[in-house]
């Protein structure tokens, strides 16, 4: 299997698992069929649009590749008229979500370097790519999007997209070295998630002596 | 009249009803004159940037052409001063929403035909630029966005832009396919604001038995 | 100092304000490490980022010079660990906010016409270049959008995109004009704040005689 043909698999695989995220969040919401679709749909496409439009390809391949619509629509349906029972959809929504993140991340680091984006930028739209869909997403639902709320998230998406980046300057790419970084922030996000890892929040000043301090907004 | 004239005028005859949907629902909610115009100018222009940025149509028309931002401006700050009693506007916003809606789906999806997108891109984004404009209008005025609860909307866009994908795809260019698919997405909308026309919502698993089951949200 | 120079420098200067405001208004939500640097990111780079797919320099400068993701996220790090007493953060926010208006409207208005944008849609761009951070700030920290409350922001951007466009039709070009397009703006809007300036809200129908009328929202 060629770098492009994974290149292609692990995008639509990510389309597969951020539409299946995007539409569970919707059917949670008890949004109907088409708000399902397009909710799906936008978490599948949103972040692989932006990282098109920011490296010049143009039209986005979520336009050009009728493949990667059809993957999204398919996908979105089928959570609507399938989806499990309600009680573990939240669980369902976070592992997915995790999942898409991995491989949005990874592939939009290597479509940026192969734009000859320069590290720094690539690993930036990398991480981007894979955060956008799940911050529409939760634009969307009406939920503070979880990139502000767990920033292990996005953290995840950063160290993979790093990973790559170096990578790809020390000669490694490939399937295997790409599956890594993957791996790398598929791992972390769920750890993150079991752990229930969090980081600092900004210092208050001390409450005056005796009295209780403000509770956190 | 050439395409491209017709084009043009509809297009803007799309901008200016877009700017009153998007001033209307402004004064709705009592924004003051900025605010007015600056939604009545998203509400317009948005959908046709997000169109010209995918198929690389840079700068977007409505920068490029000042008639397209000065015929939001104008409308927006006419709906300002001239806006009728506010007992009928939510109906006024509805209406003029369908004809942007309308207008919008088919001069984008025959842009991006012209742009050489393939067919299925073509058509989706013909209706991105017709459901964006009242996306950004929704969001910036805090509502649920309409296309996320009445399904009928995104999907009678849907239905024209395939019209036209199809009548395009049979060599009936011109104006009157492209009014008669216009004409289209305007009737479906209005039958469906009218008879309140919806789509399916996810099955429930059923209530015990002897409980009620629980209010939808 | 060359143009290109003075305007890099107060390019990185409206990015280190912005990631600053971005920062503070993220601490005072006490949102976490990364969520403050995010929307401290966000805020500072949003604007320039729409601003140069709209001309077409692709990739983003946000992307291809690490510079700019580099003062970003450096300023919105150093908010959260020294950040000031939490009484007088609501201010810091608005003054670094009115810096980072006038900085970025000029310098956007500056690279639209080097870009060859006719100068309605050269002004139009530089006004969004300002007001993009911090509308894309205040949704993702759940505000109602700063300009769409506050018309002097918008307004004062748009007085100094007008005059550069007016200077460079002139040929009056370099960083003294320059300055005071972007002393203008920063004037405008901190008077406004100050004395609590503003425009008109859309005319009510007088309440039926001897009632009282209803309270605005």
Do not use: C, N
């Not at 951020?18 to 109907?32: C, P, Q, W």
């Not at 029972?85 to 991340?105: E, I, M, P, Y």
């Not at 996000?189 to 005796?210: D, Q």
């Amino acid at each position: 299997m060629t770098t492009s043909t994974a290149l292609l698999l692990a995008d639509l695989a990510g389309v597969a698992v951020f539409a299946a995220s995007g539409a569970s969040a919707a059917v949670a919401k008890r949004l109907d069929l088409f708000g399902v679709v397009f909710v799906g749909f936008v978490a599948a496409l949103g972040g692989g649009i932006v990282r098109d439009l920011v490296i010049a390809e143009v039209p986005p391949l979520a336009f050009a590749d009728w493949r990667y619509a059809g993957t999204a629509a398919v996908t979105a349906a089928a959570i609507f008229w399938l989806h499990p029972q309600f009680a573990r959809l939240r669980t369902t929504v976070l592992v997915l979500d995790a999942a898409g993140l991995s491989l949005f991340t990874v592939t939009g680091t290597v479509k940026a370097l192969e734009a000859q984006v320069p590290p720094v930028g690539a690993g930036l739209i990398g991480m981007i790519t894979g955060i956008g869909g799940g911050l529409v997403r939760d634009l969307l639902t009406g939920e503070i999007p979880v990139v502000l709320r767990r920033e292990i998230y996005a953290l995840a998406a950063l160290a993979g997209a790093i990973l790559v980046v170096l990578l790809e300057g020390l000669g490694h790419t490939g399937p295997i070295p790409l599956t890594a970084a993957a791996v790398l922030v598929f791992g972390v996000r769920l750890l993150a998630l079991r752990r229930r890892w969090s980081a600092p929040v900004p210092p208050l000043r001390p409450p005056p002596t005796g009295a209780p301090g403000p509770p956190p907004q």
